[in-house]
């Protein structure tokens, strides 16, 4: 059974407004969203289908590493988190 996880990256960097645009329009199809981390650092947060956790955290990491340099990642059953934030 496939599921829906979420995950959140912590970048190593602050992209710049084009810089930005350009990982979101890459990562189109991943509901793709750019924020602040708890710890304060810009995150990146897409959802990527999957079968298991650690099939979706290779593909996600595999995704954005492409595109700019991680520190960290979270990831959660996407139902999980929608709960937590209901």
């Known amino acids: 059974m496939t599921d829906h996880y979420a995950l959140e990256f912590e970048l190593d960097t ?11 329009s890459q990562l189109d199809g991943f509901r793709p969203a750019l924020g602040t981390s708890a710890t304060g650092t810009v995150s990146l947060t897409i959802t990527v289908p999957a079968d298991r956790l650690g099939l979706a955290v290779r593909q996600g990491v595999t995704l954005v590493e492409r595109l700019v340099g991680i520190i960290g990642v979270s990831t959660l059953p996407e139902t999980v988190r929608d709960a937590g934030q209901g």
Do not use: F, G, N, V
Request: proline letters at 9%; charged letters at 20%.
């Open 14 to 24: 602050r992209p710049t407004a084009d810089q930005a645009q350009a990982i979101l």
